[in-house]
Every structure is written in C-alpha cells, then in structure tokens.
C-alpha cells in the first residue's frame, strides 16, 4: 500500500481504519524519530523543457572528490547524486534541454574526472 505526500489524514485512516487525528499523530512521531524524513515531489521534465535525461558515472580524478563535490551540488540540472563504488565515484541522474545542453554539461564535468554517459529511454518502474 502506497501513501503519497499530497494523501489526506482522512483517507489514510479509512484505508487503515484510524480516526484522521490517530493517523496524524503516528505520522507526527513518525517525522519526530525520522523515519519519515522528508515529502517529495514528482516533477514531469518534459513539461519543464528538460526533454534529455540521462545517467552519468563520474570517475573523480585524484586530489578533485571535494572540489567535484561542492561544484556538482551547485548544478541545477542533476536530479539525484550519489557516491558509489566500482570503477566511477559518483552516479548522477541530470535532466537536460537537448544534445547541446548535454554537451556543455559534460563539458563542465570534465574539469573534475572521467564521465560515462548513458540515456534514459523510458523509466521501468517508479515506487513512488
């Protein structure tokens, strides 16, 4: 059973047969603990004018993870950034305008290490 960020208090409670204020309590303490860290929203890029997405593995050059680090932060177009391991450092998923857009990206990318580009044709599975 999934519960969206936008499901109501009271809706939730008819699906789990919880008063609206029993399920606004748990999830309070929920939030408290953290285990619910934080809502999100499912943004359509297309609509955004960001018709490219794709995945870049970044291998980091030696002496540049902080450097590439805080700069990589500042980019607007990366959806997701995550430090992995293998062969590359880090795996980012960047939504883009087109080509072009993507080219001046990479460009940028290259300052810090090796990226590996990989386009997104279509999205499998959400569990959102």
Do not use: C, W
């Amino acid at each position: 059973m999934k519960y969206y960020s936008r499901t109501s208090f009271a809706d939730i409670g008819k699906k789990i047969f919880l008063s609206p204020s029993s399920v606004r309590e748990r999830i309070k303490k929920l939030e408290d603990v953290g285990v619910i860290r934080g809502y999100s929203l499912d943004v359509d890029q297309n609509l955004m004018g960001n018709n490219l997405e794709v995945f870049i593995m970044l291998k980091i050059f030696t002496g540049k993870f902080n450097t590439a680090i805080s700069e990589i932060n500042s980019y607007p177009e990366i959806q997701e950034a995550f430090r992995i391991t293998g062969q590359q450092n880090i795996h980012l998923r960047v939504a883009l305008k087109n080509q072009l857009h993507l080219q001046q990206f990479i460009d940028k990318l290259i300052a810090f290490g090796e990226p590996t580009t990989h386009l997104i044709l279509s999205e499998l599975r959400k569990d959102f």
